[in-house]
Nanobody, 124 residues
Framework: QVELVESGGGVVPAGGSLRLSCVASSRPRGSFAMGWFRQCPGKEREFVSSITWNIGALAYTDSVKGRFTISRDFVKNTVYLQMNSLKPEDTAVYYC?????????????????WGQGTQVTVSS
C-alpha cells in the first residue's frame, strides 16, 4: 500500500507560480511512476504530467508544456510539480497518483494510488 500526501496548492494571480509536492509513504519494488492529474467540477480527471521513477522519463499534456516541470527526489520519495505562468484555466483540484508500471501513464485508470487532492485557484 502506498499513501500519497499532497501539499502546495493555493490562490495565485494569473502569471504567478506554485509548486506542488507529493510524498509517497513507500515505493513498490520494480517499475514505479508518479503523475499529476487535475479535475474541475463536472469534468473528468485530466492528465497533467508524469515521471518514471528509475529513468525519469517525463510526459506533459500539451497545455502545460513550457510552463510546468515535474521532478522527483529519490531520498525524500517526493515528486514535485513546478507550475509557472499560471492561467485561470489551470484552476482545478490537483491530484498526485502512483503506479506500479511505466506504461499508459496518461490514463487515470493506470494508477493504483491517489492522494487527497489540493486546490489550485488562479485569479484573472
Amino acid at each position: 500500500q502506498v499513501e500519497l500526501v499532497e501539499s502546495g496548492g493555493g490562490v495565485v494571480p494569473a502569471g504567478g507560480s506554485l509548486r506542488l509536492s507529493c510524498v509517497a509513504s513507500s515505493r513498490p519494488r520494480g517499475s514505479f511512476a508518479m503523475g499529476w492529474f487535475r479535475q474541475c467540477p463536472g469534468k473528468e480527471r485530466e492528465f497533467v504530467s508524469s515521471i518514471t521513477w528509475n529513468i525519469g522519463a517525463l510526459a506533459y499534456t500539451d497545455s502545460v508544456k513550457g510552463r510546468f516541470t515535474i521532478s522527483r527526489d529519490f531520498v525524500k520519495n517526493t515528486v514535485y510539480l513546478q507550475m509557472n505562468s499560471l492561467k485561470p484555466e489551470d484552476t482545478a483540484v490537483y491530484y498526485c497518483a502512483a503506479a506500479s508500471t511505466t506504461l499508459d501513464l496518461r490514463v487515470a485508470k493506470t494508477y493504483e494510488y491517489w492522494g487527497q487532492g489540493t486546490q489550485v485557484t488562479v485569479s484573472s
